[in-house]
């Protein structure tokens, strides 16, 4: 268990914060209470808390002083800052003293059991001791823009944030980019991943930082990222294709790694990044046509295959169907057919062809496969990796055709393994109760632990083990399946639709929706209405 100490000079303050949340749900207990910085120093002394609630104003001895005696005695403890809106200067202050995060007075729940469980993951996973100069606004710096890239913060947050971080991402059109690194097969390396992330990372945002165009940190997933700004498109920015492959080189250079970067679309606002960075993820793919160690522009492939010799569009929904439908001899089928459609278009590139139409059923096999919550996301990462190499170094149409039967036979095993899958009763009923209740808006992991006399903690912890995703995703998803639906077959809009699928905002169900879907609401139903009309 963590122990956290409340420092705040209002009673009314302390016992609103210990009635806030279950505590020892989240595997914390409040150690004690203070009034000023000099009464948290003795309690420091006897209890040795891993966490402050830290009030920035008090009399006897102020919250910016007790964060500088913190750090001056390097004590091995987290804290966050609670202040109010006049606070900022006081705030910036403190940071620089160590705190990890900052929440105005009041804050909501949700906003403090957010702060609470990413200073446990931190705190968990030993990720600040791996940070070296200003190691704590590294990590809200991470915890920012990866929000950013998600789609996932509020305007006025992410303008509060911003400002206290000193990063200036106001001048757009901005791109977001992805970087992968070439691992070898050797076991042993995989000790030496996380510091090469960390070297990737710093190499990148040096180069970056000092041009004026950008920031490098890492995503949630562990990749290296990186925000560029000013950006003109893949035609035109120059300046940015030839920093990129500055990283490149430095990176081979200093750390002797291959690694390969890619661009996502020029996006006008910051607001829009998520987009950006989602297509930057998918353009990964086709390093295994271009070539590894480059930089790829997801707007120059996209035009690439476009205007590609012979190609011949996929119907991507309905292979999907195909797939999730499990019947391998129409799949059989549909790509005999696709492939010979292929060759009679253009026998000369046959090849060449074939494996791009070769790739793209495989990224839309998975997914098929990232959409199913019982599927472990890393085996999908593998699984793709392996598959796209293979078809790649095939040199005939009949081992193009041969390797990609062969992985939708695989993925079609996984799927229909992951419907076989036992889950533990709580997690079942979970599951069930969602589908039953996913309407209600105030469905969530406390409501349902509390029915089944269980902690959420560990309700949480076990529903992420036996279905690959946490609870919120689940339920998220969920909903917004729902409204997909809703979307084509009722007249529904706005908060409406919202309302039917279970959020109380529609603002939240927008952002929501665009980062499951990547795409508007109103899109899917324009889509559907152009479709009947065809």
């Known amino acids: 268990m963590y122990k956290l100490l409340i420092v705040d000079d209002e009673k009314q303050a302390r016992e609103g914060i210990k009635r806030l949340l279950s505590w020892e749900d989240y595997g914390i207990i409040i150690c004690g209470e203070a009034t000023n910085g000099q009464e948290a120093l003795k309690i420091m002394e006897e209890q040795n808390p891993d966490i402050l609630l830290l009030d920035i104003q008090m009399p006897v001895m102020s919250g910016l002083e007790l964060a500088k005696r913190i750090h001056d005695s390097n004590l091995d403890c987290k804290f966050i800052v609670l202040s109010g809106y006049d606070d900022f200067e006081l705030v910036r202050k403190a940071m620089k003293y160590g705190a990890v995060d900052y929440l105005l007075k009041p804050s909501g729940k949700e906003e403090i059991i957010r702060t609470i469980e990413e200073l446990i993951d931190s705190l968990e996973d030993g990720l600040i001791s791996k940070l070296e100069n200003n190691e704590h606004l590294a990590l809200l710096k991470n915890n920012v823009l990866n929000r ?36 070898n097969d050797d076991p042993a390396a995989d000790d030496d991943i996380s510091w090469q992330i960390f070297g990737v990372c710093n190499i990148c945002d040096e180069i970056i930082m000092d041009s004026g165009r950008g920031i490098a940190f890492t995503d949630s997933s562990g990749r290296v990222s990186m925000i560029i700004k000013e950006f003109k498109g893949w035609s035109a920015d120059v300046q940015i294709k030839k920093l990129l492959m500055r990283c490149i080189c430095e990176v081979k250079k200093h750390l002797n790694l291959e690694i390969t970067i890619t661009v996502g679309n020029q996006v006008s606002s910051n607001r829009k990044m998520y987009e950006s960075y989602k297509n930057a993820l998918s353009t990964m793919s086709y390093r295994f046509i271009f070539g590894i160690g480059k930089v790829l522009f997801y707007d120059e492939i996209k035009e690439y295959f476009e205007n590609a010799p012979g190609s011949v569009r996929i119907d991507g929904e309905h292979f999907k169907e195909l797939i999730k439908k499990g019947d391998f001899d129409l799949i ?66 009949e081992g193009v055709r041969k390797q990609i039967l062969e ?4 993925v079609i095993e996984m799927i229909e393994s992951s419907r076989e899958k036992t889950l533990s009763k709580p997690v079942f009923d979970t599951i069930q109760f969602i589908e039953s209740n996913y309407t209600d808006p105030d469905l969530s992991l406390q409501y349902l632990a509390d029915d089944f006399h269980i902690s959420t903690a560990y309700l949480g912890k076990l529903f992420k083990k036996e279905t690959g995703s946490n609870f919120n995703d689940y339920l998220n998803t969920f909903r917004i399946r729902k409204a997909e639906k809703l979307l084509v077959t009722t007249n529904y809009k706005g908060i409406e639709l919202a309302e039917r699928v279970g959020f109380a905002s529609y603002n939240y169900f927008y952002i929501v929706f665009k ?20």
């Open 148 to 183: 950013l890239i998600t789609g996932t913060i509020s305007s006025r947050e992410l303008k509060d944030k911003l400002e206290l971080l000193e990063l200036d991402l106001s001048s757009g059109p901005f791109g977001a980019v992805s970087v992968e690194i070439v691992q």
């Open 332 to 397: 059989d089928r549909y790509v005999q057919e696709l492939f010979l459609d292929q060759i009679r278009r253009d026998p000369l590139a046959e090849i060449y062809v074939l494996k791009n139409s070769a790739l793209e059923l495989s990224v839309l096999a998975f997914q098929c496969l990232a959409e199913n919550a019982f599927i472990d996301q890393n085996e999908i990462y593998c699984k793709k990796n392996r598959a796209l190499g293979k078809i790649m170094i095939q040199t005939s149409p």
């Open 407 to 410: 992985f939708l036979k695989q």
């Open 515 to 534: 980062k499951v879907t990547g795409q508007k609401p109103m899109d899917i139903r324009k889509n559907a209405l152009e479709k009947l009309k065809e």
